[in-house]
Nanobody, 119 residues
Framework: QVQLVESGGGSVQTGGSLRLSCAAS????????MGWFRQAPGKEREFVGS????????DYSEPVKGRFTISRDNAKNTVYLQMNSLKPEDTAVYYC????????????WGQGTQVTVSS
């Protein structure tokens, strides 16, 4: 069964950093696009960023561009979300996601990890 397991969430003060990890259960994810979404209380789930595993090409939403970085480690089958200069508005549950390159929507979702940024 395909699984995405996130880790690395927690609490940090404004301006701090956190790194989230997403371990994929299958090597086949190397042909996928991996991404991160987040959902804050009372708000819609929103796209944070993505990485095409095969090429390393990344894409970010405007609110996080320049502060967040997505990378992957082939040996560990893991994708990372490095979050710097965190703001209270970054507080949310963060989800790791994956989809085949040809898929229209993300097909696999992790369980989510909480990130809390205090002012």
């Amino acid at each position: 069964q395909v699984q995405l397991v996130e880790s690395g969430g927690g609490s940090v003060q404004t301006g701090g950093s956190l790194r989230l990890s997403c371990a994929a259960s299958e090597r086949s994810f190397r042909t996928y696009i991996m991404g991160w979404f987040r959902q804050a209380p009372g708000k819609e789930r929103e796209f944070v960023g993505s990485i095409t595993w095969s090429t390393g090409i990344t894409d970010y939403s405007e609110p996080v561009k320049g502060r967040f970085t997505i990378s992957r480690d082939n040996a560990k089958n893991t994708v990372y979300l490095q979050m710097n200069s965190l703001k209270p508005e970054d507080t949310a549950v963060y989800y790791c996601v994956a989809k085949r390159v040809v898929a229209l929507q993300y097909e696999y979702w992790g369980q989510g990890t909480q990130v809390t940024v205090s002012s």
